[in-house]
């Protein structure tokens, strides 16, 4: 980063407030800069994106090598053959080379395109899962800690030989390479779960060959586990149905309905196979003469051989997830029909829809009237199709795509459709929930378990013994 | 945005670690570091060389470093007297105590529960009081491992409201009962090794006389009781005070642990790492206090404790004050038998290469060490195994002891038989093939690029010793010259060499493999018909 420190005056200068939702990022903000940026905001999250450029401009050194996220959307837009703008979406925040909340397409068309690990995330397909269920809150709650000890039980958190479902490594192979099929086949998941995922739960082009040894033996231990950090299986409640026809689309039809959200993804697995894509690109970069203003951004042609090799892995890992999901459905199922003595099939709990928002996938988009092939970059963001779709199963065809945003603890999830204007605007993407207000490390030092437990328990949260 | 701090590192280590080029975290960084920030017990199974020490040390660093900022800054009166008062830490459940830790009571009328004072006491002549203000009440002095109920234990001496003296279980008659609105003073004599009582001023009598195994036990005063409520008097002046005794909340630092490690505002050891050998143990200590370069406000301070260093050192940064301890089991162990490692502060105890730590364990040292550092604490001691390979019997059993419910990161895996097995057959014919006769080959068995840096700790000595020097080959051909009576074969016998490798050698290295043995084979040949 060869840039002098502009004051915080002359970086506002690139950016301009386009409407009350969002901004537009100049050319020239960043160096290199092939396209505009633009970013959604309103304006409690405007005050955060400025206050984080802001003590960025008055620092005198970069610690930690950190930068802002608006400046990150800037070196993605940096990037060669990436189309129309980078954007940031609502919940958009600082990451590794791309920023969280970062939407970035390339033209396949373009010899320079490239692709870029760091544009997909370490965690590939991360997702959101939504399980319907016919119980009512006032079902679950006489036995709302019975219901979270036996969830707990049912799946596994930590990493380890200690998977509830047995996997060789012949069925990891499998699992990589034919995804939710696989889960299928060995009877964990329904064929209707299938119907209603995210690219029915299966990446056509994935080849569990480019997935290296490593990466399957941190893989194979931890199929059907949750994994730490953000990821959650949560029971949850439907406290406010908006648009009645569309819920009743999902399987929603009532307040007070009991759904269990599941937010996971590739675990160790994915990790490794974006560790080792980043490692070798950087490699392939100097070959092949590829600049960029952040070494994090490591990327290689889309076309050339390390380009192709990590999409096909990272399709397997996005399998290995969809398993991962499919595995931890069945785990739910079996803890609610304990609890209650019913079977799942008695309890209704189909799979409402799985969203992945950690991706990277070849669409059509219209750019400037023409239809063009697009690999869409989707970082902590999720697909958001409008109604109509081709690609969007039979039964939300006349509602659009359900769209999944996950909150924080204690605070409200969100279940939404893709529409129309999305898919102009931002390739069909929205933010994916949970941004993060502060960094991992500042709300260690800021925020007090205690407060937050207490928080939870006057909410009469249930939280299982761990 | 580093991808260390998607783990929840804090900047400062981010910035130390990535001088050193560490700019993606390893596999087992990326499993263990957020499970130890989270705060529970971890077993991590990996191999050498895989990042382990950045996986414990950095969420470590980072908690300790936590730990004493926020001590700076609630900016507690730890005034560098001591004070000595019932410690919350060191109670049974039902027994409740005033805020300024003077009294306390029990509500359970069915138990005994007892409590015990802040600080151990070693030397000198001391005394508290006891008022009771109801219930059934048992006084007297134990040491900090015996159990809560006085008297039970060989290392606990009680005095009870039913006139009668307790130790070991075993109850005899002594001085009188005694009860509501009686004062008992408790007087502990280092010197003489004797325990007395007094009832409202009178003198009782020598309870007890403590046998030589007690030397090196500190006793702390101790209260238990059924159903009932009595109120401490550790400073003075004391209601009936004895000649010759000092009330236990004016004691000398010296006489006291406690004391030693508070002398000169000092704090007592936060982490504790623990390491096999030497070599590993100064290995951890240098990558410790890299990772801390640029931590202040406050600094941490780190110190390596291991034989053949001066003894002096140690103890002087003790003294001073030490967050971090790396050491061996054994010094760590010496120092803390002999007093002068106070073990009740750890938050953090670290077992790195559990299973060697484990083998070197002939006294059973780690769970006693385990037993004194979290017994009486309600707090939690976090507790991380590092081993390579958690499967063993006597790992397991190590595991049950120490920790509580861990959460296990096993990168390793059972040792089990691969579902496939790999052929590869390489024909080397020694008259077609003579590259083995060139010596030079033969002994660079191995491409030095491809091969791990020997930091001459991880890997033995005498591999490396054979490929570097020349010679050398001679004199290991020599060793097989005279083991040779046992051999049952003529090298010029061997038909077929079958080379059998651990994992899928590179073609080169089975190639030169094969080339050296050859090598070897001849010259022992050759040696065997010049001895002739």
Known sequence: ?466 | MSAFEELGICPEIIQAVEEDDWLLPTPVQQEAVPLILGGGDVLVAAETGSGKTGAFGLPCLQIVHETLRGKCSTRKANASNLKCELNLNDKDMFVLVTEDGMECKSEDDKRWNGIRATLDIMKGKYMFEVEVVEGMVRVGWSAGFAKLELGIDDKSFGYGSTGKKSWNRKFEDYGEPFEEGDIIGCMLDREKQTISFSKNGRDLGVAYKLSPDMQGIGLKPHICGKGFMAAAKFDGPMEYPVEGYVPVGEIDPTHTPQGTSQAKGKRPPLCMILEPTRDLAEQTYKCMTTFNKYLDNPTVRITLFVGGIDEKEQFRALEEGVDIVVGTLQKLMDYVRRGKLDVTHLKFLVLDEADDLQKKDDRKEIPRLNAQIKRGRRDRVQTLFFSATLHTPEVKQMIEDITDRPIWVDLKGKDSVPETVHHVALYIDPYQDLQWSDQEIAVRAKMPKEQPELDGVHSKQSMSAIDSRHPEALKLSEKIKIMKPKMAWKPRDVKCLLLCFATAGRQRQVQDSARRCIYYLNMIEANRRKAI
């Not at chain 1, 003590?55 to 400046?71: C, T």
């Not at chain 1, 690109?281 to 050339?304: G, K």
């Not at chain 1, 400037?368 to 199963?393: E, M, N, W, Y």
């Not at chain 1, 924080?408 to 999305?422: P, Q, R």
Request: proline share 4%.
């Open chain 1, 1 to 466: 980063m060869s840039e002098i420190k502009r004051s915080f005056n002359d970086e506002m200068g690139f950016l301009k407030r386009e409407d009350t939702t969002s901004y537009s990022i100049r050319p020239g903000f960043v160096q290199g800069m092939n396209v505009p940026g633009k970013f959604y905001v309103n304006d409690q999250l405007e005050r955060l994106m400025l206050d984080e450029l802001r003590s960025f401009s008055r620092q005198s050194n970069n610690a930690g090598g950190f930068l802002p996220a608006v400046k990150q959307i800037g070196n993605v837009a940096a990037l060669p053959g990436i189309v129309k703008h980078s954007i940031g979406l609502p919940d958009i925040h600082s990451g590794y080379g791309f920023a969280i909340g970062n939407v970035a397409a390339f033209d396949m068309g373009l010899p320079e395109a490239v692709v870029s690990p760091g544009g997909v995330g370490f965690d590939i397909n991360c997702g959101v899962r939504l399980v319907r269920t016919n119980l009512l809150f006032s079902d679950v709650l006489p036995v709302k800690e019975t219901l979270a000890q036996s969830l707990f039980d049912h799946i596994p958190v930590g990493v380890g030989s200690m998977g509830i479902i047995p996997t060789k490594e012949q069925d990891l192979e499998e699992a990589l390479q034919i995804g939710i099929d696989y889960s299928l086949r060995e009877g964990y998941a329904w064929p209707e779960d299938k119907e209603h995922c995210e690219e029915y739960g299966r990446m056509l082009n994935a080849d569990p060959g480019k997935v290296s040894s490593r990466a399957k033996k941190r893989g194979l231990p931890q199929l059907g586990t949750l994994g730490a950090g953000n990821h959650y299986a949560e029971i949850q409640v439907v406290d406010e149905i908006y648009d009645e026809f569309v819920a009743k689309k999902m399987g929603i039809d009532q307040k007070g309905q009991v759904c269990v959200m599941i937010h996971s993804g590739s675990r160790g697995l994915g990790h490794q196979v974006a560790t080792d894509a980043l490692v070798d690109m950087e490699r392939a970069m100097t070959r092949d003469n590829i600049r960029t203003n952040d070494r994090q951004l490591a990327c290689a042609r889309i076309h050339s051989d390390e380009g192709q090799h990590y999409l096909k892995a990272m399709s397997a890992a996005a399998n290995y997830a969809w398993v991962n999901r499919s595995s931890m459905t069945f785990l739910t199922r079996q803890a609610f029909a304990k609890v209650f003595n019913q079977s799942p099939e008695d309890l209704d709990m189909h799979v409402i829809y799985d969203v992945s928002h950690n991706i990277a996938k070849v669409e059509e988009h219209q750019v400037d009237g023409t239809c063009k092939q697009l690999l869409v970059h989707r970082k902590g963001s999720t697909r958001a199709f409008p109604p109509h779709h081709p690609l969007i199963p039979v039964d939300y065809q006349l509602t659009g795509q359900p769209v999944i945003v996950g909150g924080t603890m204690g605070t409200c999830s969100y279940v939404l459709t893709g529409t129309d204007k999305g898919m102009r605007e931002t390739f069909g993407s929205t933010c994916h929930g949970a941004g993060r207000a502060l960094s991992r490390n500042k709300s260690r030092n800021n925020l007090d378990y205690g407060d937050v437990l207490k928080r939870l328990e006057d909410s009469q949260d249930a939280l299982p013994r761990s």
